[in-house]
Every structure is written in structure tokens, then in C-alpha cells.
């Protein structure tokens, strides 16, 4: 009997045609002496059918083709399963991808996806949901908000939200974060939950940043000037600012004085007042050059 793989396909992310995706992932698979597997995410109930197909195929490897908050809900759903996770960037956020340096052509990302090399990741749990990227409390996580909004999407929509969400910015937030049993107060306008050094655009956050050392970093961006933050998520600068502060530790909790927009890896998560985070190591494989 051949072994099988499971390929995950979000139709809509990052505004892209998914079917040479497909097509390609299903030649590869049949050179390979693979039996391939097909599911298409519709936003409904996918975590549970995904799962499902897990328990139905037991494949050794799944085949991801969407952004990062793709690949958050197959970590999702094959919770504590022994497979290898391929990653095919083709989201409006590929963060993790582009940590891994997968955001290559797809027929190099293939062999990749494929291949016998891969990595194991820590995973960052936030209130009970996983994190295996970049997360962040204020200005980001309402740039992501308006994005899920807006009719608008793919790199252009990204785009225009990020100036709408320049234009309608809120006030700075207090943020009182316990860590390393030490308190720290401050008034910040954005708070990185990092288990990565970089965006998907490039931009390095966290300098500091390795992805299997049983830590996360908290960047705590203090009075980040609007036009360096424009400048941040679209690429065009590091950050190199003096009004940071990094925090690396394997537990914290934060609470802010309002509810404060929050995002895990891409995806809008709402407004919050208090998150407990914590590390949970070596729990994800991940397929690398």
C-alpha cells in the first residue's frame, strides 16, 4: 500500500489561484509513488475536517499551501501527530515561510516540502491557541483587522489598509507584563509576541529570535513613530530604533488598561485586555532546505 500525503489548499488566500498549486503537488506526489489527498479550505468547520482526514489517512507529511494562518490551523488540527509539515507560501502573510527561506519559485518549494531535511519549532501558546510565528497586541493587529475586512485583498489590499489604519490610529496603550518574575509597566503602541526574528516582508523585529530554544520574545514598541511603522510593514527598513525593549522568557502574562487589538500569526483575533503566554518546545515539523 503507498504511504499517502495530504495537501491543504486555502482557494483564497493572498488573492492567488491555487490550481498549479495543486496540479504541480499532485505530479510531485505521483513521481514520489504517493497517494495524493486533496482538501480545500471553505471556512467552515475545516480544523475538525482536517482533522478527520488526518485520523482517516495518517499521512507522514501535509502539504500546506496558504499563508500563515493556513498553516496555524492544520498545527491545529493535527495536534501532537508524528508529520512532517511542507510549507507552500501563497498567502497575504508567509512570515514563517520567509524565516525558513522557503519563498523561493514553487518548483524549488516542492523538492523542499518534500525532502528529508526538516526542522523542529517551539510553539507559543497564547491563551490556549498556538502561535508558531509572529503575534502582536495594537497597531498591527488592527491593520489585520481592517485587511479582513476590506474586499480588497492580496499585497494591494495589505496596502491600503495599512494607510487606513495610519490614518485611524488609536492612542497609546498601558501594558503592565510580568516576566522573568519581574513587572514592567509602559505605555507602548504595539507588543510583538515573537517566536521568529522577521515579518513576512522581510523586517527583522526580534534580532534575537530562535525558533527552537525553548523562548519567546516580547518586543515592546514604546513611542513607534507612524511613518517608521509604515516603513516596518512594508519592507523597506530593519528596525533599528533605541525606544525598544526586548524581553526573552518561556512564560509571561500581559495586561493592558483597554482592550487592545490582537493577532496570532495573520489572523484577527479581537480586542483583549490580558494574555497569558508560554512555550511549549519542539512540537512542530517543519520541512526546510
Known sequence: MRNNVL?????????LDK???IKETALFAAGENLNFVLYETSGEDDISKIRRLNERF???RIIVAGGDGTLKMVVEAVENQDVILGILPAGSSNGLAAELNLVKTLEENLKIAFGDNYAEMDVVIINQQKSLHLSDLGLNAKLIKNYEKSSIHGKWGYVLQAFTTLIDVDELFLATITANNQVVECLVRMIVIANAKKYGTGVVINPVGVMNDGKFELIILKNLDLKVFGKIITGNMPVDLQDVEIISTDQATIKT??????????????????LQVSISPHKLKVAIA
Open 58 to 60: 495518517t499521512p507522514k
Open 19 to 21: 490550481s498549479e498549486y
Open 257 to 274: 488598561n483597554v482592550p487592545v487589538s490582537f493577532q496570532i500569526d495573520g489572523e484577527y483575533c479581537g480586542a483583549v485586555n490580558e
Open 7 to 15: 495537501m491543504i489548499v486555502n482557494p483564497v488566500s493572498g488573492g
